[in-house]
C-alpha cells in the first residue's frame, strides 16, 4: 500500500475540512503558550511579589493574542479584545480581559523584552547571603535566569505552534527571507533614493531601476533616528526599503520594517512537510540583512539543530565579515544563488588551480567549460536543463572536500579530482587505471621545478576559512543539477511567505497592526504567525487524510476519519522533488553519493546536547486518525 504522505492531496475544498471554533483555538493556544514557558517567565520577570495581584495575568493576556492569531483575525487591539470579550462570555477566561489591558499588556512585555529584563523563570526560590547581598547559585537542573530576547520570544512560540507535543523539525536545513512589512504611519517626506544602511555591503539602487515618487522634504521632516537613517514617519523605527521588482517590474520603495522568517526545509531525498515559521526577526526596512538574519539563526539555538542555511542574494551578497564568516564561525554551511559579480575566474590557492563560480577546479578543467552563460529569466525549463548538463560537465575536474571543517578554525581539506578519482591523469598513474567512462585531462606528463606534477589534478590544500568565503561553495557545485536540487529547496520559505501575505486568510500588510515600533509589531507578527502555523498544519493533514495533529494533541474528537470519509477517492502520485529524484537515481548522470555527502556530514555533526524529539513524514509517525 502507498503511504499517504507519497500520494497528491486533495483539493481542501473537496474534504471541507470546518475551520477551528473558539473553544478548540483557546485549548491549542493554551496548549501553545504552556509549553514555551513564557507565562513563567513574564510573572517571574515583572509581577511584583507584594501588592494587588493582577487581574488578568500573563498567561490570560498570552492566550488571548494567540487564541485571535488562529482564527485569523487582523492583529488590531481592537479585534483582539473582540476575541476576548467572546472568550470570557463563554467561559474560557476567569475574567474578562480589556482592550486597555491588552495594550498595556504589550507595551509592558515588549518594552521588557528589549530591556533585556524578561529572563526564564526560576524552579525553586532564590536564596540571598544576607551580609553580601549575593545571590546562591542555583541547584543543578534549573533552567531559570536566561534572558529572552524577541527573537527567541518568537522562536519560542512558532516551534511550539508548528510543532505539537512529541513532535519536531526532523531536519537540519533551514530557509530564510525577508518580506516587507508597511507601517501604518502616514508618510510625512519622500526620497526618490532611500538611504539603506551599506555598511554590510548591500547593494545600492540606481535611479532607472527603482520605481519611485520624487523627493519631497520640508523643514520639519525627515527627522533623524537614532540610527542615523532618514525618519519619514511618527513610527520610531520604521524606515524606507526596497520592495523587489515583480515579473521584470522595478523595484519599490516603502516605508516599514523587514520581517525576517524561517523555516525548517526537508533533507536531501526526503519528503517535505508542512512549511511553518520557526523563528523571526524584525527590522527596520533598508537596515543590515546579515544582523538580522544572524539575530533569527541565533534564536533557534539550543531549540532546533541549524547546519545549512538556504539564503538569497540578499544575504549572501553582503560582506563575506558579515554573512558567510559569521555563519562558518557558528559552523553553518549556506547554500545560495551566484549574484553576476560572484562569477567568474579567479587564481587559485596553489599552482595549477583556478577559481571558477565558487568551486575549485585543476587548470585541466576544458576551456568551454569555464564560461558558461548564467541562467537568465525567462529561461525556458528545458534551456535550463541542458544548461545545468553542461555545468554537470565540470565536476569530474572539480576539487573536493577531504573530512569534517576545522571545529575551531573552520579551515577545510581539499583534494584533487585525480586525487578522488573522477578523471584520469598522466601525472598520477593510479588513476589512468580508472574505467574509460572517466574523463581523461589534457595534462603534460611530467614535474615542475620544485619536483611535483606539472598539473592541478593531484593537489591537496587546506582552505582558510576566508579562502573566497564571498563565493565559495564546494559541494554542490554552483549550476549543476544537485545544485538546483538544494537550493530549489528554498521554495519553503517562499510559500510561507505568499501564506502570511495572501493565503492564509490574513493580509500582513500596512493596517494588519496599527501600533508603532518594531517590538510591538513583532509580537503581534508572531502571533499571525502562530495562527498559521496552526492552519497549516491542520490543511496539510487533512487534504492527506491524517488526523489534524493539534485536535488530537487536546484530545478533540470531533473531526471525522478522513481516510474512512474520502478514502475512496482516487489520488495520483505525488511529483517528487528534483532533490528527491536525484537520491532515488532517477536522474541519469547524477550521483546520490555526492548529494547526499553533506547531509550524512551534517547529521554526524549533531550534538547529543540539543534535545529535540525528531519526527518524519512517514504515515507510522504521524498521529492516527481520530
Not at 537515481?585 to 548529494?595: N, R, T, V, W, Y
Request: proline fraction near 6%; include cysteine; charge should be neutral.
Amino acid at each position: 500500500m502507498i503511504s499517504s504522505v507519497m500520494l497528491a492531496p486533495l483539493p481542501k475544498h473537496v474534504v471541507n475540512a470546518c475551520d477551528y471554533d473558539l473553544g478548540q483555538a483557546v485549548k491549542i493556544a493554551e496548549a501553545i503558550i504552556d509549553r514555551t514557558g513564557l507565562a513563567d517567565a513574564l510573572e517571574w520577570s515583572l509581577t511584583s511579589a507584594v501588592g494587588r495581584p493582577r487581574k488578568a495575568t500573563w498567561r490570560m493576556i498570552l492566550v488571548v493574542f494567540a487564541t485571535a492569531g488562529i482564527l485569523g483575525t487582523d492583529m488590531l487591539i481592537t479585534k483582539v479584545a473582540r476575541v476576548a470579550t467572546s472568550m470570557a462570555a463563554n467561559g474560557h477566561l476567569p475574567s474578562s480581559v480589556s482592550y486597555d489591558q491588552l495594550t498595556d499588556g504589550l507595551d509592558r512585555f515588549t518594552a521588557e523584552l528589549e530591556s533585556g529584563r524578561i529572563v526564564t523563570a526560576h524552579t525553586h526560590p532564590l536564596v540571598v547571603d544576607r551580609r553580601t547581598g549575593v545571590v546562591h547559585p542555583c541547584p543543578e537542573g534549573c533552567e531559570g535566569g536566561r534572558p529572552i530576547s524577541r527573537e527567541r520570544f518568537a522562536a519560542l512560540l512558532l516551534l511550539a505552534s508548528g510543532y505539537p507535543p512529541g513532535t519536531a523539525p526532523n531536519t537540519t536545513v533551514f530557509a530564510i527571507d525577508s518580506t516587507d512589512f508597511e507601517t501604518w504611519a502616514a508618510r510625512k517626506s519622500w526620497h526618490r533614493l532611500p538611504d539603506i544602511d551599506t555598511s554590510d555591503g548591500a547593494e545600492e539602487a540606481t535611479e532607472d531601476s527603482v520605481d519611485s515618487a520624487n523627493s519631497r522634504v520640508d523643514h520639519q521632516w525627515p527627522v533623524r533616528g537614532a540610527d542615523g537613517r532618514a525618519r519619514h514617519t511618527w513610527d520610531p523605527d520604521a524606515r524606507e526599503g526596497y520592495r523587489s521588482g515583480k515579473n521584470l517590474n522595478k523595484k519599490g520603495v516603502f516605508v516599514g520594517l523587514d520581517e525576517h522568517i524561517a523555516t525548517a526545509v526537508a533533507e536531501l531525498g526526503e519528503a517535505s512537510g508542512p512549511h511553518l515559521a520557526v523563528g523571526l526577526a524584525t527590522a527596520p526596512a533598508g537596515s543590515s540583512k546579515a544582523a538580522a538574519g544572524l539575530a533569527l539563526l541565533d534564536s533557534l539555538e539550543g531549540l532546533v539543530d541549524v547546519r545549512t542555511v538556504l539564503n538569497d542574494r540578499g544575504y549572501s551578497y553582503l560582506k563575506p565579515e558579515s554573512w558567510a564568516l559569521q555563519l562558518a564561525a557558528r559552523h553553518i554551511n549556506s547554500v545560495f544563488d551566484l549574484h553576476k559579480a560572484q562569477r567568474g575566474m579567479r587564481p587559485g590557492p596553489i599552482p595549477h588551480t583556478i577559481w571558477v563560480d565558487g568551486g575549485l577546479f585543476s587548470d585541466a578543467l576544458p576551456t568551454h567549460l569555464i564560461d558558461l552563460p548564467g541562467f537568465d529569466i525567462g529561461i525556458s525549463v528545458q534551456d535550463k536543463i541542458e544548461l545545468r548538463e553542461k555545468y554537470d560537465q565540470r565536476v569530474p575536474f572539480a576539487y573536493g572536500t577531504q573530512g569534517e571543517a576545522d571545529p575551531v578554525t573552520g579551515s577545510q581539506r581539499v583534494r584533487g579530482p585525480a586525487l578522488r578519482k573522477t578523471v584520469r591523469c598522466v601525472n598520477n598513474p593510479e588513476s589512468m587505471s580508472l574505467p574509460y567512462n572517466r574523463p581523461i585531462t589534457n595534462c603534460v606528463k611530467g614535474v615542475g621545478k620544485d619536483g611535483k606534477p606539472s598539473c592541478g589534478c593531484s593537489g591537496t590544500k587546506v582552505l582558510p576559512v576566508d579562502e573566497q568565503a564571498w563565493n565559495r561553495q564546494l559541494s554542490p557545485l554552483w549550476g549543476t543539477t544537485a545544485h538546483a536540487a538544494s537550493y530549489a529547496r528554498r521554495v519553503a520559505i517562499e510559500e510561507l511567505n505568499s501564506d502570511a501575505r495572501t493565503n492564509r486568510g490574513i493580509t500582513l500588510d500596512r493596517f494588519f497592526t496599527r501600533v508603532l515600533g518594531a517590538p510591538k509589531n513583532h509580537a503581534l507578527a508572531t502571533f499571525a504567525l502562530l495562527g498559521i502555523n496552526v492552519r497549516q498544519n491542520r490543511d496539510w493533514h487533512v487534504k492527506r487524510l491524517l488526523a489534524d495533529p493539534w485536535l488530537t494533541a487536546i484530545g478533540d474528537t470531533t473531526d471525522p476519519n478522513w481516510a474512512e470519509v474520502h478514502g475512496h477517492r482516487k489520488r495520483k502520485p505525488r511529483v517528487l522533488a528534483l532533490h528527491e529524484r536525484i537520491v532515488r537515481g532517477e536522474i541519469p548522470g547524477q550521483k546520490p553519493d555526492s548529494l547526499l555527502s553533506r547531509r550524512r556530514n551534517a547529521r554526524r555533526r549533531r550534538t547529543s546536547d540539543v534535545a529535540v524529539t525528531t519526527v518524519s513524514f512517514r504515515d507510522e509517525d504521524l498521529p492516527p486518525p481520530a
